[in-house]
Every structure is written in C-alpha cells, then in structure tokens.
C-alpha cells in the first residue's frame, strides 16, 4: 500500500489503458481537478459531488435539479450513452463507500459501480470513472475494479510555478533566483493551499516576499506537521559529544553522515545512499540519545515517528497514518527520520489482537525499507528486539543493526564525565571518578545521568557549595541499577544478540 502510484505522470496512461475506476486520494481537491482537466481533452467530463449533484466538471455548471443522490445518477448513467467517451469524478461519497457501515446506500452504490466498470472492462463502454477523496474506502467488492493513485505533494517545479504564480496575481516585486530556490526548498512537504497561505501571510507582514519570509515559512511549516500529529519535529540539541561511549555506533554514523552530506557525489562515484540504522538493546542506554544526536550530525532536521503513539491512538487507521508519515518525511526528506519503539508496530505479528493490521503495516514498512530511494535516514530504535520479527533483521532493510549492552567501565568513565561537566564543571577536576566507575557496575547511562543529577541537588539544598566523591557515591549506595531490577530480561536478551551476531555499539 505504500508505493502507491502517483497522480503526476500516471493518470493519462490509466485512463488510456482503459482502467475503469481510478481512486484519487488526495486532501487538495483543486489540485486534482487541474491534474483531471488535463486529462479530459475532448471527452464529456461529469462531476458528482454532495453539495450540487451532478455537474459539468469543467464549468461546474448543474446537469440536474441539484439534488440527485449519487445512487441515482450512477443509476441514470448505467443506463444512458452518456457515459460514452466520457469521465465521471466522483467527490465527497465518503460515506456511500464506506462498508464499514454496509448500509443500503453503499450496497447500491458498490452495485452499480461494479456494472459501469465491467462495462468499461468489456468495452461496451469508453468512460472513466475517477473518485476523489482524502481518505481510502474501498468497498469489497470493488477492489479489484479500483486503482488508487496518490497524489504527491507539490515538487520543485510546481512550488516554483506557484511562487512565480503568486508574484504575478499579487503583483509585489520579482524575486532573485537563489531566493526562489531557497523558498522552493523551504516548501517541500507541504500542500499547495498551504504554500499559497504561508505567502500570503509573509506578504501580509512584509508588504514583499523578503528573506524574512524564509524563517516565517519554516516556522509556520513545523507546525503544520505538528498539526499533523503523525510526526513530531525534533529540535536537534543533543551531539556526538553528548554520547558517552557506543564508539562503534559513532564511527559508523559519521561515515553514514559523510556520505549524506555528499550525496550526489557519493552516488556518481558509486556509493549506495545510506538507508537506515537499527539500534536495539538495553534501555536507558543512549539509543535516543543516539537518535537525536543523528539530526544535527547529518545537519537535517529530525522527524520523530511514535510507534506507540500511532498504533495506540489511531486503532484502524495505523495503516493510513504510517502511510502518511513515511510521505510526509519523503517530502520533507533530506531529513533523519527516528522510528521510537519500533517494537510496538508488530507486537501483535503472528496472533493477538489487530494482527491484521500489524501484518500490513508490517509489510508496509519492510517495502518501504527495501525500496526506498530518498534521502530519509531511518534511525529505529527498539527496546525489545524479541519483539521484532525476523524478516526485519535480515540485511537489506537496515544497513546495519547494532545492539546497545549495559556500558562497560571505559563507557561509563565517559558517561560521567559527560554528565558531571554539564552539570558542575567547576567541581569535576576533584572528582575520583575510577571510584564511581567501579561502584556502578550494572549501571545504565540513565542511571548514571540520575545519580549525577540527584547528588547535584542534594549538594544544592544542603547548601554545601560543592559536590564531591562522596555525595555521589551516596547516591549510588541508594540507587538499586537497572541490571539489578531487570537481571534476567537483561541476561537473556544478551545471549540473543550474541547469538545473532549483532554489531556492538
Ligand atoms: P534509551 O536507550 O532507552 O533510548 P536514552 O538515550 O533515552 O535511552 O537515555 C536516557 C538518558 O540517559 C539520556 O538522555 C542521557 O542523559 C542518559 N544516557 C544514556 N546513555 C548515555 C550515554 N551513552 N552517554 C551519555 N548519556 C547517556
């Protein structure tokens, strides 16, 4: 379901291969409507839509008494030559396509289309019929009669042509070259009436498009994601630097980045584009931070996918919404795309409740994966790589898959070193962290991090003016670490990494 074909390119050679019924699917109504006008030539074109009925699709001009039920029309149409060498966009049926609520109305309508269609694959008749909606419903019984096509945000060429488009009708000054590339860059990820919005406003508060409008625009299209609720942007604070340890994952990264950065040069010498990481192990070990620190080394923004938060909140519509969010970050993309819990999207793979739909998000994911050619990173991470089924661990979908252990001594040394000179630069010199280091076996980075954070405070409130050795090492003598709360998971996931050979990090 993920690689759709597109609207753009497509929609012509559909309807001259006599393909019955084409889905658009698509929230840009207008958008579609050019792309179907452009199609139409010479042929009769008819429009059905909630408000009006039937209407001419190009003058919208009515074709009725304005009220005709779409069961109707489809009724008349089936029965008429009208249909002949003609299109019929259908809009807003909605609800007269959706079987989830099989009621008559949706039962007839799913009939008759059925016959126009068979008539069209018999070729008693030349006609297309074309359904344009934000959202998929198919019913059963057509979906072999429907091809879906989506229609892709705006490219490089369509933002130019609305920008340039937008001068005119506005009638504000020309803007340079590398300015209009810049804003073109800026828009990518976004529908068309948001492009014309967001130009809109800046001209509104400027009088002119002005570099100012650069910011304006970003701004205003994080959020725009934001509302999307699907993806989350990450504002990219974290480092290498902020990293204690995972050498391994580090190196690897920084080449991963150097061929990023360089992208059309790395592909003409040859170099494959950088898929993905998978990052899996022990909790509270660096993994996100790993994730975050990926955004500001690949200098891209950072998109957060919450697997959780997208199987949790929208039981039914995982599917859509993941659907959704890879696009979104191809469109935004180059971008780090961070997938956290990955586990949680197929939990319910081979029994359980949703099974179903965790299978094809499963498969979704797996495809997009294997054939993705854009320039988002995928960084997964994963708590429990039990969880996750094996045909995802297998080479081809990541480019590599490390797994995180508990720090070892030479990690943790850095870990505190990291978290003390954050917090009390002035006190870390006097601090006999050979001590700590080997008072904290078992300790994860964020248990490591909390005792730091706790001794800090107690420093504070006791009004001792300075940390020392031992106020941490109070804090660890009251802490009980991680390898002691979860000895056994812990052990055990251990000896499935090794056993499968997974990088260490
Ligand atoms: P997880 O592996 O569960 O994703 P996180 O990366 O969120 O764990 O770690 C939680 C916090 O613990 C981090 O924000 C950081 O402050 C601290 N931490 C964990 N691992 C490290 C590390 N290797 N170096 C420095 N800090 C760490």
């Known amino acids: 379901m993920l690689h759709?074909?597109?609207?753009?390119?497509?929609?012509?050679?559909?309807?001259?291969?006599?393909?019955?019924?084409?889905?658009?699917?698509?929230?840009?109504?207008?958008?579609?409507?050019?792309?179907?006008?452009?199609?139409?030539?010479?042929?009769?074109?008819?429009?059905?839509?909630?408000?009006?009925?039937?209407?001419?699709?190009?003058?919208?001009?009515s074709k009725g008494n304005g009220d005709e039920t779409l069961t109707a029309a489809l009724s008349r149409f089936k029965m008429s030559s009208e249909l002949n060498r003609a299109l019929l966009v259908i809009k807003d049926?909605?609800?007269?396509?959706?079987?989830?609520?099989?009621?008559?109305?949706?039962?007839?309508?799913?009939?008759?289309?059925?016959?126009?269609?068979?008539?069209?694959?018999?070729?008693?008749?030349?006609?297309?019929v074309i359904i344009v909606s934000s959202e998929i419903h198919i019913p059963k019984p057509l979906e072999k009669l429907v091809t879906i096509l989506e229609l892709d945000l705006p490219d490089a060429k369509e933002i130019r042509d609305i920008i340039n488009g937008f001068i005119q009708e506005t009638g504000i000054s020309e803007i340079p070259g590398k300015f209009l590339?810049?804003?073109?860059?800026?828009?990518?990820?976004?529908?068309?009436?948001?492009i014309k919005d967001l130009l809109g406003l800046s001209v509104s508060r400027d009088g002119e498009l002005t570099e100012k409008a650069l910011q304006l625009i970003l701004d205003q299209k994080q959020q725009l994601i934001l509302k999307a609720g699907i993806l989350e942007m990450i504002p990219l604070k974290e480092s290498m630097a902020d990293i204690g340890g995972l050498e391994n994952l580090k190196d690897w990264l920084q080449k991963k980045a150097k061929v990023f950065k360089n992208m059309r040069a790395a592909e003409k010498f040859g170099v494959t584009m950088p898929k993905g990481v998978l990052i899996a192990g022990v909790p509270g070990c660096g993994k996100s931070l790993t994730a975050k620190a990926a955004g500001k080394l690949f200098d891209v923004p950072l998109l957060r996918l919450d697997m959780g938060r997208l199987m949790g909140k929208y039981v039914g519509e995982s599917e859509e919404n993941m659907r959704k969010a890879i696009r979104l970050a191809e469109a935004i993309s180059p971008c780090v795309l961070w997938v956290d819990e990955l586990e949680k999207a197929f939990a319910?793979?081979?029994?359980?409740?949703?099974?179903?739909?965790?299978?094809?998000?499963?498969?979704?994911?797996l495809t997009w994966m294997q054939e993705k050619k854009s320039a988002a990173f995928v960084v997964a991470t994963a708590n429990d790589i039990m969880k996750l089924p094996p045909e995802l661990l297998r080479k081809g979908r990541?480019?590599?898959?490390?797994?995180?252990?508990?720090?070892?001594?030479?990690?943790?040394?850095?870990?505190?070193?990291?978290?003390?000179?954050?917090?009390?630069?002035?006190?870390?010199?006097?601090?006999?962290?050979?001590?700590?280091?080997?008072?904290?076996?078992?300790?994860?980075?964020?248990?490591?991090?909390?005792v730091v954070g706790e001794s800090v405070e107690n420093v504070f409130v006791s009004e001792k003016g300075k940390l020392t050795t031992d106020d941490i090492l109070d804090c660890i003598n009251n802490t009980h670490s991680l390898s002691e709360i979860m000895k056994e998971p812990l052990e055990e996931m251990t000896k499935l990494y090794e056993e499968r050979k997974f990088k260490k990090a």
Request: aromatic share 8%; glycine share 10%.
């Open 93 to 128: 049926a909605d609800k007269q396509l959706d079987d989830h609520e099989w009621n008559g109305e949706c039962e007839k309508v799913t009939a008759l289309l059925k016959e126009i269609a068979r008539n069209i694959r018999r070729g008693k008749s030349d006609a297309t």
């Open 181 to 194: 590339d810049d804003m073109t860059i800026a828009f990518k990820g976004i529908t068309e009436s948001e």
């Open 398 to 450: 990541f480019d590599e898959i490390f797994y995180v252990p508990l720090p070892a001594a030479d990690e943790r040394r850095k870990i505190f070193e990291i978290h003390l000179n954050k917090r009390r630069r002035k006190d870390a010199a006097e601090i006999d962290i050979d001590e700590l280091v080997e008072k904290t076996e078992g300790y994860s980075g964020a248990d490591i991090e909390g």
């Open 4 to 61: 759709l074909p597109t609207v753009q390119g497509n929609l012509a050679d559909y309807k001259d291969a006599g393909f019955p019924i084409l889905y658009i699917c698509t929230d840009e109504e207008d958008r579609a409507d050019r792309y179907i006008g452009s199609i139409v030539g010479r042929a009769k074109a008819y429009e059905w839509n909630g408000a009006n009925g039937v209407v001419d699709f190009k003058t919208k001009v």
């Open 348 to 365: 319910g793979i081979g029994g359980g409740g949703g099974a179903e739909v965790t299978t094809r998000l499963f498969g979704a994911f």
